[in-house]
Each structure stands twice: as C-alpha cells, then as structure tokens.
C-alpha cells in the first residue's frame, strides 16, 4: 500500500515537472490570432455550458456574468440574448473586433481610466463589455463583482506557474452568491507540454480549495482528430463548480 502511494506521488511529481516551467507570453497569444491561429475558438456554444447552465443559473435572471480570457466566444452572445450581463477580459484588440464584427453588434470604445493603455468594448445596447487588457491588471475595482463565472480556455490557457495568482483574482471578482464553471483537460503531459495546460481535480483543489466548494458536475472524453497531432492518445475534459464557501 505504502509503495503504490509513493509511486502514485512520483508519477504527480513527474506529471507536474513536464509542464510547471512553459511559460507563454502574452505577446505569443498576440500573436496567434494575428496569424489567425486559433483552434481553441469554437464556432457553437460549449456543450459543456449548455448542458450545466441552470446549475450555474438556479433560476436567477439577469445574471452579471465574467468570462476570463474570452477571446471571441460565442456563448458571450447566448448569453446576452437571454438578458445576461457579460463582461470579458481579452489581451487582442484583433480578437475582440472579430467577436463583434461576426456578431453582427455595433460597439463603443473607450479608456480605462483605472488601466493604463487599456480599452473597453461596449455594445451598444450595453449588455456586452470587453476589456482589453492584461488578465491581472482587471480587479472588482475595474469591472464590479460577479455572479457567474464561465471559464472556458482561461484556466488551462494560463501559465501553471501563476495559477495561484489567477485563483486569487478569480476568488475576488466572486459575488456572495456566485457560481463558478471550470473547463479543465486532462491527458497525459509527458506527451504535449502545452497550452492547453493540464489541469487535475487535485490543481482545482489546491488552487481554489481555500475559499470555494468544489463539485465536480461532468467528465467527457473530449479526444478528437486534431489530438493525434499533439502526440495524444487520450484527452477528458471536465466542468466543475465553484461556489463561495459560507462566510
């Protein structure tokens, strides 16, 4: 029993040595959608969030919702037709236009006082505004407080050495009420070091344990085609929720 918990460690350990030292700039991920390189954009709403909706809802209208690294997603829009607030932070002014121009929705832009060089997108019918600016540069100062959180390529996108940096700014953008729900992968990360990064209920856990209650809601095999190319046999994608703990 002893030696398989220890080999069950060592694995851990190797597991998290294979990708804890990739770092991305943010100026590759600039990078990538002006070259036009962005395969984790979907062009439909996230089964994921479809499916696990009224869970994050529970019967609540007119919920503020954040959406971490947001790039052109079109659930922000699903949202928003159902009377939704959404708000997003996105690093590329590139992705943001595109969201906009392929929604078809008439925006305003503005500075962000509180961020230098940052700007603001706004529809105009003001349901929709997307920061653009450095993830850890945004506060609850900046964009209030939430009361739903989808993060879908945000979590697993992030450099895994400033994961509790990110569960911190995660924790303070969260309403007393707020729901929050994690995409994460798992696979094997000898075999592709990332992005997107391997992200374990344990990583969940150890990041967001603290200050949240963590229930894991679905485990789907997400492996496709294009996972060959990464040098992967296996790919699970899981959602959990995250719920303030009672204060």
Same mark, same amino acid.
């Given at each position: 029993?002893?030696?398989?918990?220890?080999?069950?460690?060592?694995?851990?350990?190797?597991?998290? /040595?294979?990708?804890?030292?990739?770092?991305?700039?943010?100026?590759?991920? $600039?990078?990538?959608?002006?070259?036009?390189?962005?395969?984790?954009?979907?062009?439909?709403?996230?089964?994921?969030?479809?499916?696990?909706? $009224?869970?994050?809802?529970?019967?609540?209208?007119?919920?503020?919702?954040?959406?971490?690294?947001?790039?052109?997603?079109?659930?922000?829009?699903?949202?928003?037709?159902?009377?939704?607030?959404?708000?997003?932070?996105?690093? /590329?002014?590139?992705?943001?236009?595109?969201?906009?121009?392929?929604?078809?929705?008439?925006?305003?832009? $503005?500075?962000?006082?509180?961020?230098?060089?940052?700007?603001?997108?706004?529809?105009?019918?003001?349901? &929709?505004? &997307?920061?653009?600016?450095?993830?850890?540069?945004?506060? /609850?100062?900046?964009?209030?407080?939430?009361?739903? &959180?989808?993060?879908?390529?945000?979590?697993?996108?992030?450099?895994?050495?400033?994961?509790?940096?990110?569960?911190?700014?995660?924790?303070?953008?969260?309403?007393?009420?707020?729901?929050?729900?994690?995409?994460?992968?798992?696979?094997?990360?000898?075999?592709?070091?990332?992005?997107?990064?391997? %992200?374990?209920?344990?990583? %969940?856990?150890?990041?967001?344990?603290?200050?949240?209650? &963590?229930?894991?809601?679905?485990?789907?095999?997400?492996?496709? $085609?294009?996972?060959? /190319?990464?040098?992967?046999?296996?790919?699970?994608?899981? %959602?959990?929720?995250?719920?303030?703990?009672?204060?």
């Amino acid at each position: 029993e002893k030696r398989r918990e220890e080999k069950r460690r060592e694995e851990k350990r190797r597991e998290m /040595s294979a990708q804890e030292d990739r770092v991305m700039a943010l100026s590759e991920w $600039e990078d990538r959608w002006q070259e036009g390189r962005t395969g984790f954009h979907r062009s439909e709403v996230h089964n994921l969030l479809k499916n696990n909706l $009224e869970k994050v809802l529970c019967g609540r209208k007119e919920v503020r919702f954040f959406f971490p690294l947001c790039g052109k997603a079109v659930d922000m829009k699903w949202l928003a037709d159902m009377g939704h607030t959404v708000v997003g932070v996105e690093i /590329s002014e590139k992705g943001i236009k595109q969201f906009f121009a392929e929604q078809n929705l008439a925006f305003d832009e $503005e500075p962000v006082p509180a961020i230098p060089g940052a700007k603001v997108f706004k529809s105009a019918d003001g349901k &929709i505004s &997307i920061y653009q600016c450095d993830l850890y540069e945004f506060s /609850s100062a900046v964009g209030g407080k939430f009361g739903g &959180i989808w993060d879908r390529g945000a979590l697993v996108a992030i450099n895994p050495c400033d994961r509790q940096k990110y569960a911190t700014l995660l924790v303070s953008l969260m309403n007393y009420d707020c729901r929050y729900l994690v995409d994460t992968l798992e696979y094997n990360p000898e075999l592709y070091k990332g992005p997107p990064f391997l %992200v374990s209920e344990e990583d %969940v856990k150890k990041m967001f344990g603290g200050g949240c209650d &963590i229930e894991l809601l679905e485990s789907v095999d997400a492996f496709e $085609e294009k996972h060959k /190319s990464w040098g992967l046999d296996s790919l699970t994608e899981k %959602v959990y929720l995250l719920t303030p703990k009672a204060q």
